[in-house]
């Protein structure tokens, strides 16, 4: 079971206080007030990366906070590099694998 | 027959008989025994049948790596388990163990005519033998299939044991209570560290249980052990034997299964038979020590035949002698030590057959002062004996030439071809594995966790490096962890170093083509077995694995990793890092059901939500069903009534007069703030701007892909407060999917959400009189026709309890929803029900609830669609606020497949004969004669038997649907096909006229 660092609560905490939401910093199309193509909004939402190592993922600390918020994990080994608050900025890749060396 | 104990050998209590039963037969062991090594002391070598080729097979480890000796052990009725492992199950007095996978006897065995025909069971042998012809499938392979898989026999009967969990916090799990285990514990648990030691024994000690000869800085080998785990109980160290570690998982968490009755002859019954751990630990050191390897030569798995470290356990930790008459074969100086042990207990050593040319000179003094003969550079080319090894044929070997054969007799056959790390749970960790040149093994080398490995389990041999390695592990890990910590040293004497080499099969002059040398004992595959696959194309380790089954047993090759490596590397002509490992997954060893299933049974197998008045429903005779997780009244039936009966009956007493239904399980959101009902516009298709407090809406949710997602009737209660209602099922989701769109889309919008699901009791009152019950009951508020119409809402009091009354109807009758707080719904519920028998007032349930509603055509969101359906599909387009510039699902409806021709659209279905019951999921065909397989073009989603249709009446999802009504469609059924016309939805009171009384 992974521990996870919720952003919001600033506690690190069992994986089983959090659920998974899918791949980070995938906007919705502003449909309201622009034209968003077929292929546009299929990209929305179906593409998605499938990445082998870090991967921005989103999850929510669903029996805590509430809240959900961002993550960059490796997805084979299921490090968490970082988590992060939906408002802050995506951090560098390159960054962050300089930090966890 | 005679006894193979010796007297004031070993750690069990002689004075304390036990005794149990073997296949029916009562042995005499004692307190401190296995079942192996009671057998044993009583001359028993044969213990099993082997898995494919039923050969007889005795035990040839003292440990939980055995591959052989399994059984059926059994405690009373339930306590049945299968391939218990006889080298760890302890006796107690009447334990009954059977012998496996043989008939009539473990004596004789039919089975082992498998033997005879081995050449039929090579390599791979699922593969190629149940080919053909297909039809045999059936009626032979797959019978056959199922008699040969597996060992033993599970257990038919409930285990009427229970098991426990625990979760754990510690700073140093140390696992492996041996030399280095100990040595590690101590320094950490010096430090001051909290620090947890486990072993799979009984007892901690370890290597040192088996060599007593060892002094530890002055100090006999078990004294010192008994010192040690004294002084770490002292500093607090939590030191947990008969546990083992069964699996290494992310961030340092260790799965434990400690083992807590399985050894007692009458356990209390409220004892768990075991307890799995969950165990975060700050610093893990892996002490878990080396597995020895079997030498691979023709009968090598004979009765008789064990491990050389093995037979040294049974003699020195059992007291156990395991032959009048041993032979030793060997790579590796350690099995010596088993020899000279064994001689100077008595047993007669014919040889010590060393496949290497040149043996230490202290061995061979050690041999020639016990008048031992040595026949060094030799090889064992076949064993005979039926049910025990009875002789062994070995040959010198000079310049790779087998020389001359000698037979020399036996009665035991003590064989090493070295050690092996024990590398699985570092491999949990998906650690990488370095090649050993020198030592022939992988070792442990980039680690992914906060872990150290100390002792034989990277390599070290011998007591004395075991054991300051792992003091220098334990100081370190300490260091790790912020402490000052420095390694103890010890000085250890009458160690046991040794060194050896590793082998492939070893070379013989017979034939290698009908050797039976085998690598994996439990699974019987052979050397030939994985030199075959190799040449049948078998080029990575995992196929050959796969396709011989080598290593797939329970033990997951403990000993027969690298054995089986060296001889594929060999076949494949390439160095054995470049073949590698497979993977080691865990449990380490097979672990029960119920360890892993602990609490999580019978009625705490899963949460069952019920609602306040479900004990009125129990009370008054409810039959229930699941709904998600609610368990809700599924109908009332009366003295006598069949289900159909009764939802009849509850039907017709609604729509004549009045009945009643627990709604509380609907779910409910409560969004308020400034921007509320903005936030509704956007995530509802509905337009709700111009809804006015006090009034109510069907709300319609999609996902941005246009399907639908939920519904539910949803009321204003001021201008900055909706209360939503979702489906049963759909609560949490719809909650976290309103959230997911609040924060991370719309993050600007002032809006809370609060489930209140659970808050609320809900009581749907459904008839034409239930105005009539309700008013006299209703404080603050008109309910008359013109001043509460239909889809209304308002708070009021209800039989003096605070309220929030809808005027709302899933049945097409003048209906009510009155919510009160869920600590007052049976209250209410009984107020109601006395009030209401003047109105024949008729509780139903869910059934009634579906029957009712589908004769008004109202849909049931995940029955009548499944997540591929639009509004245009479920024909309730209406609920769309077209004009609204965007809400999700507006783009999603706009994609070109979801504004085809042809999808699925939901119609009403009604059978040509006027009585056929359609079958829910049923499908549906336009031409009933066309060959098979047909096209489907839909299937039924509901279907009842409606009374006020008098007529059974359904919904499908079908193929351009909505253009078809008045056609004929056909529906196949195993009794036949059944033509039903397509219609609207509506099949009562279309006008809704009712609703409006
Ligand atoms: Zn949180």
Redesign the interface.
């Known amino acids: 079971?992974?521990?996870i660092r919720c952003p919001y609560c600033q506690q690190t905490l069992p994986e089983l206080e959090f659920?998974y939401?899918g791949q980070a910093h995938v906007a919705?199309?502003d449909?309201?007030?622009k034209q968003?193509s077929?292929e546009e909004?299929?990209d929305?939402?179906f593409i998605r990366t499938n990445v082998k190592g870090p991967h921005y993922e989103?999850w929510?600390h669903?029996h805590g906070c509430?809240?959900?918020f961002n993550a960059v994990r490796d997805t084979v080994?299921?490090?968490f590099l970082i988590t992060y608050k939906?408002?802050d900025p995506r951090p560098e890749l390159s960054d962050l694998l300089e930090k966890s060396e | 027959m005679s006894s193979f104990r010796v007297p004031g050998r070993g750690r069990i209590d002689h004075q304390s008989p036990v005794e149990f039963s073997f296949d029916g037969k009562k042995i005499t062991g004692v307190k401190g025994d296995t079942i192996a090594s009671a057998l044993l002391a009583n001359g028993i070598h044969l213990m099993g049948r082997s898995f494919k080729y039923h050969r007889p097979r005795g035990p040839v480890s003292a440990g939980s790596e055995e591959p052989n000796a399994l059984m059926g052990t059994r405690r009373g009725p339930g306590r049945f388990e299968p391939n218990t492992r006889a080298t760890v199950q302890e006796i107690w007095h009447g334990l009954e163990a059977t012998s496996q996978n043989r008939y009539p006897s473990l004596e004789f065995d039919i089975g082992a005519v498998n033997d005879r025909a081995y050449m039929l069971f090579s390599a791979g042998f699922y593969y190629k033998t149940f080919m053909w012809p297909k039809s045999f499938w059936d009626k032979v392979y797959e019978p056959f299939i199922r008699a040969a898989a597996g060992l033993g026999v599970s257990p038919t009967e409930t285990d009427p044991d229970h098991y426990a969990s625990r979760y754990l916090h510690t700073d140093v799990l140390v696992i492996g209570a041996g030399p280095a285990g100990l040595a590690s514990a101590l320094a950490s648990a010096r430090a001051g560290l909290r620090v947890t030691l486990v072993d799979e024994n009984t007892e901690a000690g370890g290597t040192l249980l088996s060599e007593p000869q060892a002094v530890i800085d002055g100090s006999q080998a078990w004294d010192w052990v008994e010192k040690a785990v004294a002084e770490l109980k002292s500093l607090g160290a939590r030191v947990m034997t008969r546990t083992t570690a069964i699996g290494y998982y992310h961030q340092n968490m260790v799965a434990l299964c400690e083992k807590l009755t399985d050894h007692l002859p009458a356990p209390a019954a409220n004892m768990p038979r075991e307890r799995m751990w969950r165990v975060r630990a700050g610093q893990v050191i892996l002490a878990q020590g080396a597995l020895e390897k079997p030498l691979v030569f023709d009968g090598n798995d004979r009765p008789g035949v064990m491990l050389a470290g093995s037979a040294q356990t049974y003699l020195n930790r059992y007291g156990v002698r395991v032959g009048n008459s041993a032979v030793i074969v060997t790579s590796h100086d350690s099995a010596w030590y088993a020899a000279f042990d064994l001689a100077d207990a008595g047993t007669k050593i014919q040889a010590i057959v060393d496949t290497r040319a040149n043996p230490d000179s202290t061995l061979l003094e050690g041999a020639k002062s016990r008048s031992i003969r040595v026949l060094a550079g030799y090889t064992a080319t076949r064993t005979e004996g039926r049910l025990r090894v009875k002789s062994v044929r070995v040959n010198p070997v000079s310049n790779g030439k087998v020389g001359a054969p000698e037979t020399l007799t036996c009665d035991c056959l003590l064989m090493s071809g070295g050690w092996t790390p024990s590398l699985h749970l570092f491999s949990h960790t998906k650690g990488s594995l370095a090649w050993d040149d020198e030592k022939q093994t992988f070792l442990p080398d980039r680690k992914t966790e906060d872990c150290e490995i100390a002792g034989a389990g990277r390599g070290l041999w011998g007591i004395g490096a075991a054991i300051n390695d792992g003091a220098e592990m334990g100081a370190l890990v300490a260091r790790h962890l912020g402490r000052d910590a420095v390694a103890a040293t010890y000085d250890v004497a009458s160690d046991r170093p040794g060194t050896g080499i590793s082998h492939k099969e070893l070379p013989t002059d017979l034939n290698p083509g009908k050797a039976r040398a085998f690598v994996d004992y439990q699974n019987d595959v052979t050397a030939k077995d994985l030199r075959l696959a190799v040449r049948e194309g078998m080029h990575s380790i995992e196929h050959v694995k796969r396709y011989t089954t080598n290593g797939m047993a329970t033990d997951q090759g403990k000993m027969s990793n690298i054995n089986g490596l060296n001889i594929a590397a060999d076949a494949l002509g390439k160095p054995q890092p470049k073949v590698g490992l497979t993977t080691f997954r865990p449990p380490y060893t097979p672990t029960t059901f119920g360890a892993f299933v602990g609490y999580h049974k019978g009625d705490h197998f899963d949460v069952t939500r019920k609602t306040p008045i479900d004990s009125w429903a129990e009370e008054n005779g409810a039959v229930f069903e699941p709904v998600s997780m609610w368990r809700r009244a599924w109908y009332f039936p009366k003295d006598g009534e069949d289900m159909d009966a009764a939802v009849s009956r509850e039907c017709r007493a609604t729509r004549a007069s009045l009945g009643m239904f627990d709604a509380s399980t609907l779910g409910k959101i409560e969004v308020v703030g400034p921007d509320a009902v903005e936030f509704m516009n956007r995530m509802y298709t509905n337009p709700w701007t111009k809804l006015a407090p006090g009034r109510t809406r069907y709300g319609l949710l999609l996902g941005d892909d246009g399907f639908i997602r939920d519904d539910g009737v949803i009321g204003r209660l001021s201008d900055d407060r909706f209360h939503v209602t979702t489906t049963t099922g759909g609560a949490a989701r719809v909650l976290n999917m309103m959230e997911d769109y609040l924060q991370t889309e719309w993050p600007d919008l002032d809006v809370w959400l609060t489930s209140t699901t659970e808050q609320w009791a809900t009581i749907a009152l459904n008839g034409p009189n239930a105005r009539k019950l309700l008013e006299p009951l209703v404080e603050g508020l008109d309910i008359s026709a013109d001043a509460f119409p239909h889809m209304s809402i308002a708070e009021c009091k209800v039989a003096g309890l605070p309220a929030r009354l809808f005027r709302v109807s899933f049945t097409g009758e003048l209906g009510f929803e009155v919510n009160v707080p869920a600590a007052h719904g049976r209250e209410l519920w009984e107020i109601l029900w006395e009030a209401g028998q003047q109105y024949d007032i008729c509780p139903y349930g869910t059934e009634t609830m579906h029957v009712l509603r589908a004769e008004k055509g109202y849909i049931i969101v995940g029955q009548d669609t499944d997540g591929t359906v639009t509004p245009y599909d479920a024909g309730i387009s209406w609920a769309i606020g077209k004009s609204k510039p965007d809400f999700v699902g507006k783009r999603g409806l706009e994609r070109p497949d979801l504004v085809a021709k042809g999808r699925k659209q939901l119609v009403g279905l009604l059978s040509r004969d006027g009585k056929t019951k359609l079958e829910e999921g049923a499908q549906i065909v336009l031409d009933p004669n066309q060959p098979i397989p047909m096209k489907m073009v839909g299937h039924v989603t509901s279907s009842y038997h409606s009374d006020a249709a008098g007529r059974p009446i359904a919904f499908g999802l079908v193929e351009g649907g909505h253009d078809k009504m008045g056609d004929t469609i056909y529906i196949p059924m195993p009794e036949g096909v059944i033509e039903a016309e397509v219609t609207g939805t509506v099949f009562y009171d279309p006008e809704g006229a009712r609703l409006k009384l």
């Open positions: 079971m992974l521990l659920t939401a919705r199309p449909a309201a007030n968003i077929d909004w299929r929305f939402l989103r929510r669903a509430g809240r959900f080994s299921d490090r939906v408002e």
